[in-house]
């Protein structure tokens, strides 16, 4: 069997910490289709965060072979799909949780963000989060708790870095909803980045959820990725604030969640986003952070 030669393009998405990873991508590949019995089956797919070659198993069943580096953030994926047990999620056919390896079903190539009707889309994604949220963390899972504390504790040194002392002000304000929150942090699993690009077209259910980053917390803190994605469909509106609100309030009551502790967490995940910002050399909040943040937050909505 040939070499897995590494694309060029996956090799310029990462930076020289992902050397290794790279280095060693070439005999993983040959060894995990040697020891699951795959057949390559197609061009390798590649994103910022992993590689993904089409295979096909012995029993003639088609899969996705999905090779990654390991990090905090993917190290639980398997864990959580299996949890899930296909209930809305793309299924785990074979996973080696050393190196965060995974078998995946293979899905069809479309995507919840290819739906034209922004509304159905969102509707879509909403089902699929209240199925998922359902269900309650594995004990050894992240905990949002973590995550939360140690955004609390960070924010008063670093949003003083900020250009704009009004930006400085909002984002206090995030910092504050949060905290207001932190003693309940929720037990649920927790997909932390579901958008409409993380849903493909399927045969066994129309539409499944993929690539998890799994903790244990409250299904609030889900909601912010269906705000921050499908953004020309808000802004075509010509009533952004109007339309930022329409699409919370319809995730908020598909899902079943409380609205006011759902601002509180979405404006926490702003935080986030913030503070990952600053500390990559940023000094400003991005635009549509600053329009979803004004149009929860704005007083008496």
């Excluded at 694309?7 to 070439?26: F, K, N, S, T």
């Excluded at 500390?279 to 979803?292: H, K, L, N, S, Y």
């Amino acid at each position: 069997m040939p070499e897995f030669v590494v694309p060029a393009a996956l090799v310029e998405l990462h930076g020289e910490d992902a050397q290794p990873w790279l280095d060693a991508l070439p005999k993983q590949v040959t060894a995990y289709l040697e020891q699951w019995a795959l057949k390559q089956d197609g061009e390798p797919l590649y994103g910022a965060a992993s590689l993904v070659l089409p295979v096909v198993r012995q029993d003639g069943t088609q899969a996705m072979l999905k090779l990654q580096s390991v990090n905090e953030e993917n190290a639980g994926e398997a864990q959580a799909l299996r949890v899930w047990n296909g209930d809305g999620v793309v299924r785990v056919l074979e996973d080696d949780q050393e190196t965060a390896t995974i078998l995946l079903e293979r899905l069809r190539p479309e995507m919840l963000s290819d739906v034209p009707d922004d509304q159905e889309a969102t509707q879509r994604l909403a089902e699929l989060l209240a199925r998922l949220s359902a269900v309650q963390a594995p004990p050894q899972l992240r905990k949002l708790k973590e995550i939360t504390d140690a955004m609390l504790a960070e924010a008063p040194t670093q949003i003083p870095l900020l250009a704009d002392t009004e930006q400085q002000a909002l984002v206090r304000r995030c910092a504050a909803r949060l905290a207001d929150l932190a003693d309940e942090p929720g037990d649920r699993l927790l997909h932390w980045d579901l958008h409409y690009d993380n849903v493909m077209a399927a045969d066994r259910e129309p539409w499944l959820v993929i690539d998890p980053k799994p903790l244990a917390g409250d299904p609030g803190f889900e909601l912010f990725p269906a705000l921050n994605n499908r953004w020309d469909d808000l802004t075509a509106t010509g009533d952004l604030p109007k339309a930022i609100r329409r699409r919370f309030d319809l995730m908020t009551e598909v899902v079943g969640v409380d609205r006011e502790r759902a601002v509180g967490w979405t404006l926490g995940r702003i935080l986030q986003n913030v503070l990952w910002d600053l500390a990559d050399g940023e000094r400003e909040v991005d635009p549509i952070q600053v329009a979803i943040a004004e149009a929860l937050d704005e007083p008496g909505i």
